[in-house]
């Protein structure tokens, strides 16, 4: 089993950051992807950025140029900088792991931009 914990969720004025931590535990395989995807109320859970081991990375339009996923791999974390944060980047943040076609999903972090 897989358990990921997240942290770094809160509330920010727009134009302001926030980093997400994510830290993975458990059976974790030496090929993987990390990310976080994000889901506003009403809206479906979508993509914001992964990265796999190799350092491939994977982000959302919407979001290219303002946030940046990064990963150590010895400690099985990943991470999302967040900058110039918007109103609309206003979800809830999940970590996801995903290793052989397998995803693993942390509790979620509320992320919150005010305009």
């Not at 950051?17 to 859970?45: D, E, T, V």
Request: hydrophobic share 30%; with cysteine.
């Amino acid at each position: 089993q897989v358990q990921l914990v997240e942290s770094g969720g809160g509330l920010v004025q727009a134009g302001g950051s926030l980093r997400l931590s994510c830290a993975a535990s458990g059976s974790i395989f030496r090929h993987n992807a990390m990310g976080w995807y994000r889901q506003a109320p009403g809206k479906q859970r979508e993509l914001v950025a992964a990265m796999n081991t190799n350092g491939n990375t994977n982000y959302a339009e919407s979001v290219k140029g303002r946030f940046t996923v990064s990963r150590d791999n010895a400690k099985n974390t990943v991470y999302l900088q967040m900058n110039s944060l918007k109103p609309e980047d206003t979800a809830v943040y999940y970590c996801n792991l995903n290793q052989y076609t397998l995803d693993y999903w942390g509790q979620g972090t509320q992320v919150t931009v005010s305009s």
